[in-house]
């Protein structure tokens, strides 16, 4: 009996780490003309449909008697209390009572994710549905459809998922998004496609110190040097000690991110130059920002403990009033804190600050935005026995009953119809256990991170007070012209590039806090850029414009 149909053996005990499992998926073999199909995939949809029916049932249900699907995807760690599985979530309960159809979800185990996904997918034993960033996949879903593991949805979404159809109709650019090159649709995506959608984070400033100090919120690189030695040496907690932090910025947003270094018009990653691909730690321009980082720090505006501050600790610090500018989200950053902090000090005031540039006036470039597809998909195994039935259960999600069901959850219960409008109860909105507003509706509906279109009625919501509105709107201003799209790598050009960019990354991120904190003079910087040479990056950057060349012509 295949494991996936040993509904009670506990997922931890289905898999085992596998340290080289990555690499074997990136190396399966596979059709060569890359097609997705191969011995024992899934039959076509005209030979699946004489073998199921594809007819929906009279009631309104896809299947006439009880269908059970297995379906691989991780649980989110931000959920209720006894929340063990998204069969306790109500809008899957409530999308089995409509279609007939049960999924027997299969979680791996928390921090053990990776690992049990990819010892899945070398062992070829899968289950019906596989839930992933297909972004992450060794070749991404080009190289899983490649390998057989998955089957190609082009047709099967033409005869039997209209709500998706008609959206991709509607959208060239989201069906330009979730193909590969050649055109094959591998997943039931997870779409943004809306900028307030696609943007939730970035720079947040303590409006309450500005405002006790005569200070406006900071637009420039000088303009932000100057609230923050204000912050460092003006005392704005009021506590009589200089214990302030003026800027604390996560390491990854600091060192990858883009808060404070798309002022000089680059990442310090892969971004666009007129359409040529760069890769910004070879610039002259990151040379600058980190001797302006390397300032910064050496007059104490940049938490010294920055690169060892975890989300907790950073918690602590801005909730204990040390904090003076950090990087947040809109929901989980600016509206967790203004909530924590409405009691202990009412006059704790975070709002948004505009992605800096170098000149007053000019256009911030590269702020964060995300692709309306990063990635993430249900895309059906070739184990499943059942494609069209999975492909119209999956589909439902996309029609207005779907979306509706998986962006608010259940009418009466998470959501009430205000004006035409589906509205929040308080249970969401103001639990009476403290939960926060995301916490809160996984126990109805998930609208974050699932296949699934994202209605930007969820958003509204959660950025409904006054400084997250605002945030978005100064988040969103940035052009991002120079943001490279989600590209497809082929087998061999993924195995080159993740061998140059695993060492080029754990260099390029030492060197940092190296160059940061004093420990490597900024002068060396021509020797880091000739070690990034000699690691061979430039065949990452060529790696990186074929693919995007690709991209274009999809």
């Not at 049960?102 to 596989?130: C, R, T, W």
């Not at 110190?209 to 460092?232: M, R, S």
């Not at 200089?242 to 892969?270: C, M, Q, S, V, Y």
């Not at 209605?455 to 120079?482: F, V």
Request: glycine share 10%; hydrophobic share 35%.
């Amino acid at each position: 009996m295949s494991k996936w149909n040993q509904a009670k053996r506990p997922i931890i005990g289905v898999f085992m780490t596998a340290a080289l499992a990555a690499g074997v998926i990136g190396c399966s073999g596979g059709s060569k003309e890359g097609n997705g199909t191969s011995p024992g995939a899934a039959a076509s949809p005209s030979a699946a449909a004489s073998a199921t029916g594809s007819a929906a049932q009279a009631n309104g249900k896809i299947v006439s008697s009880p269908l059970t699907l297995t379906y691989f995807v991780q649980l989110s760690a931000s959920r209720p209390s006894g929340m063990n599985s998204l069969n306790d979530m109500e809008a899957y309960k409530e999308l089995e009572k409509i279609t007939g159809i049960h999924a027997d979800f299969k979680h791996p185990a928390s921090g053990q994710e990776s690992n049990q996904f990819n010892l899945m997918m070398s062992s070829a034993d899968y289950p019906d549905v596989i839930e992933w960033n297909w972004n992450a996949y060794p070749g991404g879903g080009r190289a899983a459809l490649d390998s057989g593991a998955i089957i190609k949805l082009n047709d099967y979404i033409d005869k039997y998922a209209p709500n998706l159809k008609k959206i991709l109709t509607d959208n060239p650019e989201i069906r330009k998004q979730i193909s590969t090159d050649n055109g094959d649709i591998y997943s039931f995506p997870f779409l943004r496609n809306a900028p307030t959608l696609q943007t939730y984070f970035g720079l947040g400033i303590r409006k309450d110190w500005l405002d006790k100090l005569g200070l406006q919120v900071p637009t420039t690189i000088d303009e932000w040097h100057t609230v923050l030695k204000a912050f460092k040496e003006k005392d704005p907690n009021g506590n009589g000690k200089t214990d302030e932090l003026p800027l604390l910025l996560n390491k990854g947003t600091f060192n990858w991110g883009n808060p404070i270094i798309n002022a000089w018009g680059i990442r310090n990653d892969f971004y666009l130059d007129n359409g040529k691909v760069q890769y910004g730690a070879l610039t002259p321009q990151y040379k600058e920002f980190l001797a302006t980082m390397r300032t910064w720090y050496k007059e104490g505006l940049i938490d010294p403990d920055y690169a060892a501050t975890d989300a907790k600790q950073k918690t602590a610090k801005v909730t204990g009033e040390l904090v003076g500018a950090m990087d947040v989200t809109v929901g989980g950053g600016i509206g967790s804190f203004m909530n924590a902090m409405k009691d202990k000090n009412p006059a704790f005031n975070l709002v948004g600050a505009p992605y800096p540039t170098l000149k007053k006036g000019d256009k911030p470039v590269l702020g964060q935005m995300e692709p309306i597809f990063n990635g993430l998909g249900a895309a059906i195994s070739k184990k499943n026995k059942n494609v069209i039935e999975t492909v119209k259960w999956l589909d439902y999600k996309y029609g207005e009953a779907g979306s509706m069901l998986f962006n608010f959850g259940v009418e009466g219960k998470s959501y009430t119809m205000v004006n035409g409008y589906p509205t929040y109860t308080d249970d969401v909105m103001k639990n009476k256990d403290g939960l926060a507003f995301g916490v809160a509706l996984t126990k109805y509906a998930i609208p974050f991170g699932a296949p699934i279109s994202q209605d930007t009625r969820y958003m509204d919501q959660n950025a409904s007070m006054p400084q997250q509105k605002e945030a978005l709107k100064l988040w969103t201003q940035p052009d991002n012209k120079g943001w490279l799209p989600t590209l497809s790598l082929t087998t061999d050009e993924a195995s080159k590039f993740a061998t140059i960019m695993n060492d080029v990354k754990t260099y390029n991120d030492e060197m940092f806090d190296k160059f940061i904190m004093g420990a490597e003079p900024i002068d060396n910087f021509d020797k880091f850029v000739d070690k990034l040479n000699k690691m061979n990056v430039a065949e990452a950057i060529k790696i990186e414009q074929a693919a995007y060349d690709r991209y274009l012509k999809r």
